[in-house]
């Protein structure tokens, strides 16, 4: 296990180069003109004024020297200085990466606390009203697109209610858990809403697959009790391929977070992208992406590291 943790971790290095590279490069072939969104309209037209800023933020230096800078400054733990703030990128996302990452968390526990109940009841109650409501749940919730429960439940909130209405402030966790966890129970639940339908229907297939099996009919004629076998014995093997799912849905929670966070007003890192890239901010787009593939890919390794955990038959040697 300690060879293969290793071996995975070394793995990450070129991985992580790679797709900096990429980003680098792509960022960079955007179209739209940096300087002249600092300068203004005065600084656009004085040649002196350009290049100032260009050597002040090393543009003036070709692609491949840039890209040189800058993975210096990240081998040194800097994610560079905003264009436009000029404060570094790492001071800003200190304060939004947790809400962000709250966020996520919280969706991804919706999700899970949806689905798995939800697929299993579907899965041994199949060809079943229950089973057709089920699926025709988890069909609704992959069509129906966050933004836009999110827009109708604002509507409705502000028109009714006074529980779904934005708050004019972000209420930090550490200031007020309460009204922190009550500012984004929402946002959670839409977007853990919108997760939840496609590890619904994984969940259940893979305990269709598995009460198919023999040992499950064997469980069944021994006289077991239905709880006993499902929780102990199918369950458990069910889980792989919905831990997979689960792990591949964390690109889709960045993605889907930068969406609520706009809706929302929620002060987080996917918000704080939209700006960046509307303000062709190279350092902060750059940054964020090369977080969010850290995150990605630690997120696989720990999908992998569960498969052993869930079931003992799988071994890392």
């Known amino acids: 296990m300690q060879r293969y943790l290793m071996r995975r971790l070394l793995l990450m290095v070129p991985t992580l180069f790679g797709i900096s590279f990429v980003v680098f490069l792509m960022v960079r072939l955007v179209p739209g003109d940096v300087v002249s969104l600092i300068s203004g309209d005065y600084g656009a037209a004085d ?4 290049a ?3 050597k002040q933020y090393s543009l003036d230096q070709n692609i491949p020297k840039q890209y040189a800078l800058w993975m210096g400054d990240i081998l040194q733990g800097d994610l560079g200085r905003s264009i436009i703030s000029n404060r570094t990128v790492i001071s800003e996302l200190k304060h939004r990466l947790p809400v962000t990452f709250e966020l996520g968390v919280l969706a991804m526990l919706v999700s899970v606390s949806i689905a798995i109940p939800v697929g299993i009841i579907s899965a041994i109650r199949q060809d079943t009203w ?4 089920g699926r025709s749940f988890a069909i609704a919730l992959i069509a129906a697109p966050g933004f836009w429960i999110a827009i109708v439940l604002i509507t409705l909130a502000s028109r009714y209610f006074t529980w779904g209405v934005p708050p004019r402030e972000y209420i930090h966790f550490t200031d007020n858990p309460v009204g922190n966890l009550k500012m984004l129970a929402m946002p959670a639940f839409i977007l853990g809403g919108a997760l939840s339908g496609s590890v619904m229907r994984y969940t259940r297939s893979a305990m269709l697959e598995v009460l198919r099996q023999d040992y499950i009919r064997t469980a069944w004629a ?15 093997n069910a889980l792989i391929p919905v831990v997979t799912v689960v792990g591949l849905q964390v690109p889709v929670v ?8 706009s809706v929302y007003s929620i002060p987080g890192m996917g918000r704080y992208y939209v700006s960046a890239i509307n303000q062709l901010d190279y350092p902060v787009i750059q940054g964020i992406v090369l977080i969010v593939a850290l995150v990605v890919v630690f997120s696989n390794l720990i999908v992998d590291m569960t498969y052993a955990i869930i079931d003992p038959r799988i071994r890392y040697s």
């Open 254 to 261: 960045v993605g889907g977070t930068v969406i609520i966070e």
């Open 130 to 133: 229950t089973d057709y409501l």
């Open 222 to 236: 021994k006289g077991l009790r239905e709880r006993v076998i499902i929780v102990r014995h199918a369950l458990r």
């Open 52 to 54: 100032a800023i260009l």
């Open 47 to 50: 040649p002196e004024v350009k």
